[in-house]
């Protein structure tokens, strides 16, 4: 399933100009990364942009943190919410603005493709708690950002990225095994990639790199375990569209670890409802909050 | 030469990089082994209580703080519940009280408890901005197990932006140590209602059987440890007078009925049946390991001071001091009980008759110290449920 490393790189050289993360977020992962630093130390570098830091408080506000009181600074945000849950934030607002701003062709509509990947962080995130994973906020942002190589793709070559949709729906096969064969590459691999020049942390990175071969060493990181599942389960539930037309089928290896049974998946259904609800301002920032 | 030099200088360099990474190392080292110690101390607490408090002054030497409440979490009711304080006081509210309280009200507590992370809110009763007061506050959720069990609500004289990653993260994994010492505590505390328990159902046992001495063991047991404490032993001594009072007659458990419910005078060879129940006794506590500390107590209870005892006859110092402690207080109670062939005594003719028996067959030592709590002895008798009542046995 993997591509080797010298044909990606072969494949990646097609795409020249991959984007860069803005420099705020940049240093943010850099703050972030450094235990020593304190939450006023982030707050002056995510105050530089008046945007980001509007963005990300409303986000901070919202009824899926659910905080009883009024968040009205980023420091108090770092300090409520943790430095990781504010990180993790900048970074998705940043990506979102750079690769999943509405842009509607053909068959691919972003809005319905972002509510895709919020449905799949909301999911992520619930597997990750139901299994005791430690770091559930890096499970939504995970899901959240798992398929930022489809519209690279899609941005890249437009042509070919929809060429391998309309494959993996006549053929019914794996969108990313139509990449491959159509493009020489797959989102899987490119997104990997692209997480890897920004920098993220590696276990994001591991999530949006092996969604697709979760169990290939043996037991499944529970990361890429809650990413690999969620996503599944989302298109099961006809929650938002994202390009794949393959059969959805959830790694043995990964139902074993998350004990995904029949009632398992009930209580996870009736779980997504509700949260889906909370998360309502992840998917307005699609209309340009 | 030249290139001698420049090799001596990239030594140079190489030691200063070596140094600079041991300094590293040092300090996470010392880090490291902060962190250790703290949980050492944590972890050495057998109590629930003694954790909460243990867990507050192992806090303080992380962050300096200005006073301190810990919260229990009531998960029926889904509530925090104030358990400990320190350095400020809610019976008459001040300021500071006040604005502990209203984190609590507003939901900020069950917040932070229910995302299991350490949390830092800016003072904000003064409904100004993060970095407009000097004070923040910190919460700190206890989880055992990722089960969340209370919270620590401290505050702190810094700004709610001065915190640290590290900082942060130093004091959850504090605080969940000090779960895990909670839960084991609770799981101690509950092996330790039980044993109670199990001495509490043995001595009904014998009381079951010989209805007449119904009370006679909770009595002994209290005189004793009244005794026992008067002496200044220690706790662990003070609990073993206690439980020995309790078992002292678990061996009549095996006396024939006819000779332990007997309603007259026993003959001399029934005497000599009675008289096996603290040898019997002692052989029962002797098979269970946790209680194989009694059998002294249990097996010399009947040895009197001046020699003339059973079952071995020793005299003096040589009977355990609990097992003479014991002795005082049976007497006593069998004394001031109703038995078969006596009516019971008035307690102060009880007293007399220790006093006019000291040195013979009690400890006068042991006297003395039974006349110093004696007020104690009749408040208990007037008191809780330890009143007069039918009695036989003491043989």
């Known amino acids: 399933m993997a591509l080797p490393n010298g044909e990606l790189q072969k494949a990646l050289t097609r795409f020249k100009d991959l984007p860069t993360l803005p420099d705020v977020v940049a240093r943010v992962m850099q703050i972030v990364s450094n235990p020593l630093t304190t939450a006023e130390d982030l707050n002056q570098v995510i105050s530089l942009d008046q945007a980001l830091t509007f963005k990300v408080l409303r986000l901070a506000n919202s009824a899926y943190y659910g905080f009883p009181k009024e968040i009205t600074h980023i420091t108090q945000a770092v300090m409520i919410l943790g430095f990781n849950t504010i990180r993790n934030l900048a970074l998705s607002v940043s990506v979102h603005k750079m690769l999943f701003a509405d842009r509607d062709k053909g068959l691919f509509n972003y809005r319905d493709f972002w509510k895709h990947c919020v449905a799949v962080g909301v999911c992520a995130r619930i597997l990750s708690r139901r299994i005791g994973y430690k770091n559930e906020e890096n499970a939504f942002t995970a899901g959240l950002l798992h398929d930022i190589g489809k519209s690279l793709l899609e941005r890249m070559d437009h042509a070919g990225f929809m060429g391998a949709i309309e494959a993996s729906q006549q053929r019914q096969i794996p969108l990313w095994q139509a990449e491959q064969e159509l493009l020489g590459v797959d989102h899987a691999a490119v997104g990997g990639r692209l997480a890897e020049i920004w920098n993220l942390p590696s276990d994001l990175r591991g999530a949006i790199e092996l969604q697709h071969r979760p169990g290939e060493d043996g037991v499944p990181d529970p990361l890429v375990a809650a990413v690999h599942a969620a996503n599944q389960l989302c298109r099961e539930l006809g929650l938002g569209t994202d390009g794949d037309f393959g059969p959805t089928l959830i790694d043995p290896a990964v139902e074993k670890l998350l004990r995904l049974d029949a009632a398992a998946r009930t209580e996870i259904a009736a779980e997504m409802d509700l949260r889906l609800k909370e998360a309502e301002e992840f998917l307005k920032f699609s209309r340009g909050a | ?395």
């Open chain 2, 1 to 395: 030469m030249d290139a001698h030099e420049e090799k001596i200088r990239e030594l140079e360099r190489h030691i200063d990089t070596l140094e600079q990474i041991n300094e590293g190392l040092r300090l996470s080292f010392e880090e490291l082994s902060q962190l250790y110690r703290l949980s050492e101390t944590i972890a050495s607490a057998l109590t629930f209580s003694r954790v909460l408090t243990l867990l507050l002054d192992v806090l303080r030497e992380v962050v300096d703080y200005d006073a301190a409440v810990l919260y229990l979490f009531d998960e029926r009711a889904n509530k925090l519940v104030r358990n400990l304080s320190k350095s400020v006081s809610f019976d008459a509210p001040g300021d500071l009280a006040r604005r502990f309280e209203a984190q609590l009200a507003d939901g900020s507590l069950l917040w932070a408890l229910k995302q299991g992370r350490t949390m830092v809110l800016a003072d904000s009763v003064r409904g100004s901005d993060a970095e407009d007061s000097g004070r923040s506050f910190l919460m700190v959720p206890i989880l055992a197990r990722g089960k969340p069990v209370g919270l620590v609500h401290l505050a702190v004289p810094a700004g709610a932006g001065s915190f640290s990653q590290r900082d942060l993260s130093l004091l959850s994994i504090l605080a969940n140590q000090a779960g895990i010492s909670l839960e084991n505590a609770r799981l101690y505390e509950a092996v330790r209602r039980d044993y109670v328990d199990v001495i509490q159902a043995l001595a009904g046992a014998v009381d079951a059987r010989d209805h007449y001495t119904r009370e006679h063991s909770n009595r002994v047991s209290a005189y004793a440890v009244l005794i026992a404490r008067q002496l200044k032993l220690d706790e662990g001594f003070v609990e073993s007078v206690q439980f020995g009072g309790l078992l002292h007659d678990i061996g009549k458990i095996g006396i024939p009925d006819q000779i332990l419910n007997k309603p007259a005078r026993l003959t001399d060879e029934e005497f000599k049946v009675m008289k096996s129940h603290s040898s019997l006794g002692a052989g029962l506590l002797r098979r269970v390991e946790s209680l194989s500390h009694l059998v002294p107590l249990v097996l010399y209870h009947h040895e009197r001071f001046d020699g003339r005892g059973y079952p071995e006859g020793l005299a003096g110092k040589k009977i355990p001091l609990g097992a003479r402690i014991l002795n005082v207080a049976d007497s006593f109670e069998t004394i001031t009980s109703d038995r078969v062939y006596h009516k019971a005594r008035t307690l102060e003719e009880g007293r007399e008759e220790l006093r006019r028996c000291a040195g013979g067959q009690f400890d006068p030592e042991l006297v003395d110290a039974f006349e110093q709590v004696f007020d104690q002895v009749r408040e208990l008798r007037d008191g809780h449920g330890l009143g007069p009542g039918p009695g036989k046995g003491g043989a």
